[in-house]
């Protein structure tokens, strides 16, 4: 069994290495930050979205932002639209589940937002419907997502994609970058 712990680490490994290692991905997360620090100096706000594991990795985001990451500082907005169980069971029953992230898009995002999508295939229609919409809307749209980027990929002014086959691994990489945004945005705007 051992052996079998050590191999499941060397993954999660492997595929921040890769990570680390991408330029592109690199220059895609510093992208961000700008976008980041540029919404919140102009009095915007900051949605996310996901399914599942990505749901909670919207969530643990939105919380680093609102609460904070490494210093003590204002709250930054930032919502999770996986968090209002009212609003996703009302949507979802009314409408269906391919819009409970869409309808909270079309209510909420304005100009000048950023919006991310979480995603490790990058398949999940209700981002894709939602991601198109923020755009629409004047939002930049970033896509955390996984394998190909998918059809998610589409519809993101950043589509960052980690090009990895183990679903976990790619959830751990996209905690580290956003971990890193934090930490970078939280610096830029108050230290």
Do not use: W
Not at 116 to 138: M, P, R, V, W
Not at 163 to 191: D, F, G, S, W
């Amino acid at each position: 069994m051992k052996n079998e712990i050590k191999e499941k680490f060397m993954y999660s490994i492997e595929c921040k290495t890769k990570v680390v290692n991408d330029e592109k991905i690199i220059g895609q997360v510093e992208e961000v930050c700008n976008a980041l620090i540029k919404c919140y100096k102009e009095g915007h706000r900051v949605y996310m979205m996901g399914n599942g594991g990505s749901a909670a990795d919207a969530q643990h985001f939105s919380a680093e932002l609102v609460g904070r990451y490494m210093l003590e500082r204002k709250g930054l907005p930032a919502v999770a639209f996986t968090t209002d169980t009212s609003i996703l069971t009302a949507v979802g029953n009314d409408y269906g589940y391919d819009d409970v992230f869409r309808r909270q898009t079309e209510a909420l995002v304005e100009k000048g937002d950023v919006v991310f999508g979480i995603s490790t295939s990058g398949n999940s229609k209700n981002l894709y419907d939602a991601l198109k919409l923020a755009q629409e809307k004047g939002a930049t749209t970033v896509g955390f997502l996984g394998k190909t980027g998918g059809t998610c990929k589409e519809v993101c002014n950043i589509p960052i994609v980690i090009e990895y086959p183990r679903t976990p691994n790619i959830q751990e990489a996209h905690e580290m970058i956003m971990h890193t945004i934090c930490e970078i945005v939280e610096k830029k705007l108050y230290e």
